[in-house]
Protein backbone atom coordinates (compact mmCIF):
# COMPACT_ATOMS: atom_id res chain seq x y z
CA UNK A 1 0.00 0.00 0.00
CA UNK A 2 1.33 3.81 -0.87
CA UNK A 3 1.68 6.54 1.60
CA UNK A 4 -1.36 7.00 3.97
CA UNK A 5 -3.65 9.39 2.58
CA UNK A 6 -6.98 8.99 4.94
CA UNK A 7 -6.67 8.52 8.82
CA UNK A 8 -5.74 5.46 10.41
CA UNK A 9 -9.21 4.50 11.26
CA UNK A 10 -10.12 4.90 7.06
CA UNK A 11 -6.54 3.34 6.15
CA UNK A 12 -7.12 0.01 8.68
CA UNK A 13 -10.87 -0.51 6.79
CA UNK A 14 -9.03 -0.12 3.42
CA UNK A 15 -6.06 -2.74 4.62
CA UNK A 16 -8.98 -5.13 5.81
CA UNK A 17 -10.87 -5.03 3.03
CA UNK A 18 -8.15 -5.26 0.64
CA UNK A 19 -7.92 -9.21 1.46
CA UNK A 20 -11.05 -10.00 0.54
CA UNK A 21 -11.25 -12.02 -2.79
CA UNK A 22 -11.77 -9.91 -5.38
CA UNK A 23 -10.77 -6.41 -4.00
CA UNK A 24 -7.31 -5.02 -4.59
CA UNK A 25 -6.16 -2.06 -2.87
CA UNK A 26 -7.79 0.52 -5.65
CA UNK A 27 -11.09 -1.40 -5.27
CA UNK A 28 -10.64 -1.76 -1.30
CA UNK A 29 -10.57 2.12 -1.60
CA UNK A 30 -13.69 2.53 -3.65
CA UNK A 31 -15.36 0.27 -1.34
CA UNK A 32 -14.53 1.96 1.84
CA UNK A 33 -15.47 5.02 0.60
CA UNK A 34 -18.71 3.82 -0.62
CA UNK A 35 -19.21 2.13 3.28
CA UNK A 36 -18.13 5.83 4.13
CA UNK A 37 -20.76 7.47 2.09
CA UNK A 38 -23.53 4.88 2.99
CA UNK A 39 -22.53 4.89 6.66
CA UNK A 40 -26.05 4.26 8.32
CA UNK A 41 -27.98 2.11 5.20
CA UNK A 42 -24.69 0.17 4.67
CA UNK A 43 -21.73 0.56 6.98
CA UNK A 44 -23.49 0.37 10.27
CA UNK A 45 -25.86 -3.36 9.15
CA UNK A 46 -22.53 -4.70 8.11
CA UNK A 47 -20.24 -4.69 11.02
CA UNK A 48 -23.61 -5.71 12.63
CA UNK A 49 -23.59 -8.50 10.58
CA UNK A 50 -19.95 -9.46 10.92
CA UNK A 51 -20.15 -9.32 14.40
CA UNK A 52 -23.47 -11.72 14.34
CA UNK A 53 -21.13 -14.05 12.15
CA UNK A 54 -18.42 -13.88 13.92
CA UNK A 55 -19.87 -14.63 17.11
CA UNK A 56 -22.74 -17.07 15.75
CA UNK A 57 -21.27 -18.93 12.95
CA UNK A 58 -19.80 -22.85 13.58
CA UNK A 59 -18.66 -25.67 11.76
CA UNK A 60 -21.17 -28.64 11.56
CA UNK A 61 -19.46 -31.72 13.67
CA UNK A 62 -21.57 -33.91 11.02
CA UNK A 63 -20.79 -32.57 8.00
CA UNK A 64 -18.51 -29.93 7.61
CA UNK A 65 -21.01 -27.08 6.28
CA UNK A 66 -21.02 -23.69 8.14
CA UNK A 67 -23.99 -22.49 9.89
CA UNK A 68 -25.09 -20.77 13.25
CA UNK A 69 -26.06 -24.61 14.84
CA UNK A 70 -24.43 -27.40 15.18
CA UNK A 71 -25.61 -30.12 13.60
CA UNK A 72 -26.43 -27.70 10.75
CA UNK A 73 -29.72 -26.83 9.74
CA UNK A 74 -29.62 -29.35 6.62
CA UNK A 75 -28.08 -32.28 8.89
CA UNK A 76 -31.02 -31.44 11.44
CA UNK A 77 -33.66 -31.59 8.14
CA UNK A 78 -35.49 -34.60 9.01
CA UNK A 79 -36.90 -34.51 4.89
CA UNK A 80 -33.77 -35.31 4.12
CA UNK A 81 -32.63 -38.53 2.28
CA UNK A 82 -30.18 -40.10 4.93
CA UNK A 83 -29.27 -42.98 2.61
CA UNK A 84 -27.41 -40.78 0.57
CA UNK A 85 -24.62 -38.46 1.46
CA UNK A 86 -23.12 -36.25 -1.28
CA UNK A 87 -19.24 -35.16 -0.84
CA UNK A 88 -18.16 -31.93 -1.95
CA UNK A 89 -14.66 -30.50 -1.56
CA UNK A 90 -16.00 -26.57 -0.29
CA UNK A 91 -18.61 -25.19 1.18
CA UNK A 92 -19.32 -22.70 -2.13
CA UNK A 93 -19.81 -26.05 -3.49
CA UNK A 94 -22.50 -27.25 -0.89
CA UNK A 95 -24.32 -23.43 -1.55
CA UNK A 96 -24.19 -24.30 -5.47
CA UNK A 97 -25.75 -27.23 -5.27
CA UNK A 98 -28.55 -26.28 -2.46
CA UNK A 99 -29.13 -23.57 -5.29
CA UNK A 100 -29.62 -26.44 -7.50
CA UNK A 101 -32.81 -27.77 -5.60
CA UNK A 102 -31.05 -30.92 -7.06
CA UNK A 103 -29.88 -32.50 -3.69
CA UNK A 104 -32.47 -34.31 -1.39
CA UNK A 105 -30.05 -35.46 0.88
CA UNK A 106 -27.62 -34.60 3.39
CA UNK A 107 -23.88 -33.55 2.34
CA UNK A 108 -20.32 -33.83 3.60
CA UNK A 109 -17.68 -31.27 3.07
CA UNK A 110 -14.15 -32.59 2.72
CA UNK A 111 -12.95 -29.48 3.16
CA UNK A 112 -10.32 -29.09 -0.32
CA UNK A 113 -8.87 -32.04 -2.29
CA UNK A 114 -5.42 -33.83 -2.38
CA UNK A 115 -2.79 -31.98 -4.24
CA UNK A 116 0.48 -32.88 -4.13
CA UNK A 117 1.62 -29.77 -5.40
CA UNK A 118 0.32 -27.54 -2.08
CA UNK A 119 0.93 -30.58 0.04
CA UNK A 120 -2.58 -31.57 0.72
CA UNK A 121 -2.73 -35.09 2.41
CA UNK A 122 -5.56 -37.27 3.49
CA UNK A 123 -4.89 -36.58 7.21
CA UNK A 124 -5.80 -32.89 5.99
CA UNK A 125 -9.14 -33.70 4.78
CA UNK A 126 -12.19 -34.20 6.96
CA UNK A 127 -11.94 -37.78 5.55
CA UNK A 128 -11.76 -39.94 8.65
CA UNK A 129 -15.59 -38.38 9.53
CA UNK A 130 -16.82 -38.91 6.15
CA UNK A 131 -15.48 -43.02 6.58
CA UNK A 132 -17.15 -43.21 9.88
CA UNK A 133 -20.74 -41.66 8.57
CA UNK A 134 -20.36 -44.49 5.40
CA UNK A 135 -20.47 -47.01 7.92
CA UNK A 136 -23.23 -45.44 10.01
CA UNK A 137 -25.83 -48.34 8.66
CA UNK A 138 -28.01 -45.73 6.95
CA UNK A 139 -25.42 -44.48 4.08
CA UNK A 140 -26.63 -46.58 0.78
CA UNK A 141 -24.97 -44.16 -1.22
CA UNK A 142 -22.29 -41.95 -1.84
CA UNK A 143 -22.42 -39.27 -4.21
CA UNK A 144 -18.81 -37.72 -4.89
CA UNK A 145 -19.69 -33.97 -6.24
CA UNK A 146 -15.87 -32.90 -6.89
CA UNK A 147 -14.55 -30.74 -9.10
CA UNK A 148 -13.68 -32.11 -13.04
CA UNK A 149 -9.94 -31.19 -12.30
CA UNK A 150 -6.90 -33.45 -11.84
CA UNK A 151 -7.02 -33.11 -8.28
CA UNK A 152 -10.39 -33.27 -7.80
CA UNK A 153 -10.27 -37.02 -9.65
CA UNK A 154 -7.36 -37.71 -7.69
CA UNK A 155 -9.57 -37.11 -4.21
CA UNK A 156 -12.45 -39.08 -5.96
CA UNK A 157 -10.49 -42.13 -6.35
CA UNK A 158 -9.16 -41.92 -2.90
CA UNK A 159 -12.09 -41.50 -0.98
CA UNK A 160 -13.55 -44.41 -3.38
CA UNK A 161 -11.07 -46.51 -1.91
CA UNK A 162 -11.03 -45.67 1.47
CA UNK A 163 -14.60 -46.33 1.51
CA UNK A 164 -14.50 -49.49 -0.40
CA UNK A 165 -14.62 -52.12 2.86
CA UNK A 166 -18.51 -50.68 3.77
CA UNK A 167 -19.32 -52.18 0.05
CA UNK A 168 -21.68 -48.63 -0.53
CA UNK A 169 -22.85 -47.46 -3.99
CA UNK A 170 -20.19 -44.78 -5.26
CA UNK A 171 -21.43 -42.40 -7.65
CA UNK A 172 -20.49 -39.51 -9.56
CA UNK A 173 -21.91 -36.07 -11.15
CA UNK A 174 -22.01 -37.40 -14.96
CA UNK A 175 -20.06 -35.19 -17.47
CA UNK A 176 -21.08 -33.26 -20.77
CA UNK A 177 -22.44 -30.57 -22.11
CA UNK A 178 -23.42 -27.73 -19.91
CA UNK A 179 -27.05 -26.46 -20.39
CA UNK A 180 -26.61 -23.48 -22.99
CA UNK A 181 -23.50 -24.97 -23.85
CA UNK A 182 -21.99 -24.71 -27.55
CA UNK A 183 -20.06 -27.70 -28.76
CA UNK A 184 -17.44 -24.86 -30.87
CA UNK A 185 -16.76 -23.83 -27.14
CA UNK A 186 -16.16 -26.94 -25.32
CA UNK A 187 -13.02 -29.24 -25.43
CA UNK A 188 -11.95 -32.74 -26.98
CA UNK A 189 -12.67 -34.35 -23.40
CA UNK A 190 -16.32 -33.19 -22.62
CA UNK A 191 -17.30 -33.68 -25.90
CA UNK A 192 -16.19 -37.28 -25.91
CA UNK A 193 -17.67 -37.78 -22.75
CA UNK A 194 -20.92 -36.35 -24.13
CA UNK A 195 -20.90 -38.84 -26.76
CA UNK A 196 -20.23 -42.14 -24.52
CA UNK A 197 -22.55 -41.20 -22.03
CA UNK A 198 -25.43 -39.94 -24.89
CA UNK A 199 -28.95 -40.55 -23.93
CA UNK A 200 -31.88 -41.07 -25.74
CA UNK A 201 -34.00 -38.62 -27.13
CA UNK B 1 -30.99 -13.34 -5.53
CA UNK B 2 -31.83 -17.15 -6.34
CA UNK B 3 -33.01 -19.35 -2.99
CA UNK B 4 -31.72 -19.09 -0.08
CA UNK B 5 -29.23 -21.86 0.45
CA UNK B 6 -27.39 -20.73 4.12
CA UNK B 7 -28.97 -19.56 7.60
CA UNK B 8 -29.88 -15.97 7.66
CA UNK B 9 -27.40 -14.59 9.30
CA UNK B 10 -24.57 -15.98 6.12
CA UNK B 11 -27.18 -14.77 3.96
CA UNK B 12 -27.86 -11.32 5.44
CA UNK B 13 -23.82 -10.83 5.27
CA UNK B 14 -23.52 -11.89 1.49
CA UNK B 15 -26.93 -9.71 0.83
CA UNK B 16 -24.82 -6.62 2.34
CA UNK B 17 -21.33 -7.80 0.58
CA UNK B 18 -22.96 -7.90 -2.60
CA UNK B 19 -23.83 -3.90 -2.61
CA UNK B 20 -19.84 -3.04 -1.86
CA UNK B 21 -18.92 -2.09 -5.11
CA UNK B 22 -17.01 -4.39 -7.80
CA UNK B 23 -18.78 -7.39 -5.80
CA UNK B 24 -21.83 -9.28 -7.32
CA UNK B 25 -23.95 -11.77 -5.68
CA UNK B 26 -21.08 -14.36 -6.77
CA UNK B 27 -17.96 -12.93 -5.80
CA UNK B 28 -19.69 -11.82 -2.55
CA UNK B 29 -20.34 -15.31 -1.40
CA UNK B 30 -16.84 -16.11 -1.78
CA UNK B 31 -15.65 -12.68 0.22
CA UNK B 32 -18.83 -14.15 3.15
CA UNK B 33 -17.33 -17.85 3.10
CA UNK B 34 -13.63 -16.43 3.01
CA UNK B 35 -14.76 -14.35 6.28
CA UNK B 36 -16.38 -17.09 8.21
CA UNK B 37 -13.23 -19.37 7.37
CA UNK B 38 -11.05 -16.16 8.71
CA UNK B 39 -12.76 -15.44 11.47
CA UNK B 40 -10.26 -14.65 14.23
CA UNK B 41 -8.11 -12.86 11.66
CA UNK B 42 -10.34 -10.86 9.28
CA UNK B 43 -14.15 -11.61 10.49
CA UNK B 44 -13.79 -9.99 13.31
CA UNK B 45 -11.07 -7.16 13.51
CA UNK B 46 -13.51 -5.98 9.84
CA UNK B 47 -16.50 -5.95 12.00
CA UNK B 48 -14.45 -3.63 14.25
CA UNK B 49 -13.20 -1.68 11.61
CA UNK B 50 -16.52 -1.03 10.47
CA UNK B 51 -18.03 -0.35 13.28
CA UNK B 52 -15.08 2.50 14.60
CA UNK B 53 -15.73 3.89 11.00
CA UNK B 54 -19.54 3.97 11.21
CA UNK B 55 -19.07 5.33 14.98
CA UNK B 56 -16.15 7.73 14.41
CA UNK B 57 -15.73 9.27 10.59
CA UNK B 58 -17.59 12.57 10.10
CA UNK B 59 -17.30 15.21 7.15
CA UNK B 60 -14.90 17.85 7.37
CA UNK B 61 -17.19 21.20 7.50
CA UNK B 62 -14.29 22.88 6.26
CA UNK B 63 -13.33 21.15 2.42
CA UNK B 64 -15.66 18.31 2.58
CA UNK B 65 -13.17 15.81 3.42
CA UNK B 66 -13.63 12.82 5.43
CA UNK B 67 -12.19 12.18 8.56
CA UNK B 68 -12.21 11.48 11.90
CA UNK B 69 -12.10 14.95 13.04
CA UNK B 70 -13.96 18.05 12.03
CA UNK B 71 -11.90 19.90 10.39
CA UNK B 72 -10.00 17.21 9.38
CA UNK B 73 -6.40 16.08 9.28
CA UNK B 74 -5.33 18.07 6.12
CA UNK B 75 -7.67 21.45 7.07
CA UNK B 76 -5.63 21.58 10.57
CA UNK B 77 -2.34 20.78 9.08
CA UNK B 78 -0.62 24.04 9.62
CA UNK B 79 2.43 23.38 7.12
CA UNK B 80 0.26 23.23 4.61
CA UNK B 81 0.13 26.39 2.17
CA UNK B 82 -3.23 27.98 2.91
CA UNK B 83 -3.18 30.92 -0.25
CA UNK B 84 -3.81 27.65 -2.53
CA UNK B 85 -7.09 25.35 -2.55
CA UNK B 86 -7.13 22.32 -4.99
CA UNK B 87 -10.92 21.57 -5.97
CA UNK B 88 -11.52 17.84 -6.40
CA UNK B 89 -15.06 16.28 -7.24
CA UNK B 90 -14.64 13.27 -4.67
CA UNK B 91 -12.37 12.44 -1.87
CA UNK B 92 -11.20 9.31 -3.61
CA UNK B 93 -9.69 12.06 -5.95
CA UNK B 94 -8.17 14.10 -2.67
CA UNK B 95 -6.85 10.38 -2.13
CA UNK B 96 -5.53 10.12 -5.36
CA UNK B 97 -3.84 13.31 -5.50
CA UNK B 98 -2.35 12.76 -1.93
CA UNK B 99 -0.69 9.70 -3.19
CA UNK B 100 1.54 11.44 -5.83
CA UNK B 101 2.81 13.74 -3.03
CA UNK B 102 2.26 16.77 -5.14
CA UNK B 103 -0.22 18.92 -3.25
CA UNK B 104 1.16 20.94 -0.41
CA UNK B 105 -1.82 23.13 -0.56
CA UNK B 106 -5.32 22.09 0.95
CA UNK B 107 -8.25 20.85 -0.62
CA UNK B 108 -12.17 21.82 -1.07
CA UNK B 109 -14.37 18.75 -1.99
CA UNK B 110 -17.40 19.60 -4.44
CA UNK B 111 -19.11 15.95 -3.69
CA UNK B 112 -20.10 15.63 -7.48
CA UNK B 113 -19.80 17.34 -10.97
CA UNK B 114 -22.73 19.07 -12.48
CA UNK B 115 -25.19 16.95 -14.45
CA UNK B 116 -27.86 18.13 -17.08
CA UNK B 117 -28.65 14.01 -17.59
CA UNK B 118 -28.34 12.92 -13.88
CA UNK B 119 -30.01 16.14 -12.41
CA UNK B 120 -26.75 17.44 -11.03
CA UNK B 121 -27.60 21.51 -10.08
CA UNK B 122 -25.10 24.10 -8.49
CA UNK B 123 -27.06 23.66 -5.08
CA UNK B 124 -26.54 19.66 -5.20
CA UNK B 125 -22.76 20.35 -4.66
CA UNK B 126 -20.70 22.11 -1.91
CA UNK B 127 -20.09 24.91 -4.00
CA UNK B 128 -21.38 28.04 -1.92
CA UNK B 129 -18.43 27.30 1.01
CA UNK B 130 -15.70 26.97 -1.70
CA UNK B 131 -17.03 30.77 -2.61
CA UNK B 132 -16.56 31.77 1.09
CA UNK B 133 -13.50 29.90 1.54
CA UNK B 134 -12.16 31.45 -1.66
CA UNK B 135 -13.22 34.93 -0.52
CA UNK B 136 -11.33 35.02 3.31
CA UNK B 137 -8.83 36.78 2.12
CA UNK B 138 -5.85 34.07 2.97
CA UNK B 139 -6.64 32.41 -0.99
CA UNK B 140 -5.14 33.51 -3.72
CA UNK B 141 -5.16 30.73 -6.16
CA UNK B 142 -7.49 27.99 -6.96
CA UNK B 143 -6.62 24.56 -8.68
CA UNK B 144 -9.25 22.91 -10.52
CA UNK B 145 -8.70 19.21 -10.04
CA UNK B 146 -11.75 17.95 -12.16
CA UNK B 147 -12.28 15.06 -14.22
CA UNK B 148 -10.97 15.45 -18.26
CA UNK B 149 -14.71 14.84 -18.82
CA UNK B 150 -17.71 16.72 -20.51
CA UNK B 151 -19.37 17.23 -17.16
CA UNK B 152 -16.13 17.91 -15.34
CA UNK B 153 -15.36 20.48 -17.38
CA UNK B 154 -18.70 22.07 -16.84
CA UNK B 155 -18.34 21.77 -13.71
CA UNK B 156 -14.61 23.97 -13.90
CA UNK B 157 -16.54 26.67 -15.84
CA UNK B 158 -18.90 26.98 -13.33
CA UNK B 159 -16.93 27.26 -10.67
CA UNK B 160 -14.78 29.97 -12.29
CA UNK B 161 -17.87 32.03 -12.84
CA UNK B 162 -18.92 31.33 -9.26
CA UNK B 163 -16.04 32.90 -8.22
CA UNK B 164 -14.92 35.26 -10.81
CA UNK B 165 -15.88 38.43 -8.29
CA UNK B 166 -13.43 37.27 -5.99
CA UNK B 167 -10.38 37.74 -8.64
CA UNK B 168 -8.15 35.58 -8.28
CA UNK B 169 -5.75 32.89 -9.78
CA UNK B 170 -7.88 29.76 -10.98
CA UNK B 171 -5.64 27.34 -12.92
CA UNK B 172 -6.49 23.47 -14.04
CA UNK B 173 -4.67 20.40 -14.44
CA UNK B 174 -2.48 20.19 -17.42
CA UNK B 175 -3.67 17.51 -20.50
CA UNK B 176 -0.28 15.65 -21.73
CA UNK B 177 0.41 12.13 -22.47
CA UNK B 178 0.29 10.26 -19.36
CA UNK B 179 3.80 9.44 -17.96
CA UNK B 180 4.31 6.13 -19.64
CA UNK B 181 2.22 6.42 -21.82
CA UNK B 182 2.47 5.11 -25.60
CA UNK B 183 1.28 7.58 -27.84
CA UNK B 184 -0.45 4.80 -30.56
CA UNK B 185 -2.77 4.34 -27.84
CA UNK B 186 -3.81 7.96 -26.69
CA UNK B 187 -6.68 9.79 -28.34
CA UNK B 188 -6.50 12.71 -31.23
CA UNK B 189 -7.28 15.31 -27.96
CA UNK B 190 -4.93 14.18 -25.86
CA UNK B 191 -2.32 14.21 -28.77
CA UNK B 192 -3.35 17.84 -29.97
CA UNK B 193 -3.22 18.90 -26.66
CA UNK B 194 0.11 17.70 -25.87
CA UNK B 195 1.77 19.12 -28.70
CA UNK B 196 -0.17 22.54 -27.85
CA UNK B 197 1.61 22.31 -24.50
CA UNK B 198 5.02 21.23 -25.24
CA UNK B 199 8.14 22.35 -23.60
CA UNK B 200 11.27 22.88 -23.36
CA UNK B 201 13.60 19.68 -23.12
Redesign the interface.
Known amino acids: M ?2 A ?3 P ?2 E ?2 IQ ?2 A ?5 GPR ?1 A ?8 KK ?1 EA ?6 D ?6 E ?2 VVCRECGN ?4 DPC ?1 ICRDASRDPSILVVVE ?3 D ?2 AL ?2 S ?1 AVTARYHVLGGVLSALDGVRPEHLNLASLVDRAGNGEVREIILALNATVDGQTTAHYVTESLAHHGLKVTRLAHGVPVGGELDYLDEGTLSAAIRSRTAF
Open positions: AQVAGEIRLLLRLPGLSRRAALHLIRLLAPLAAMKVASRIVDTSTDVSLWERG
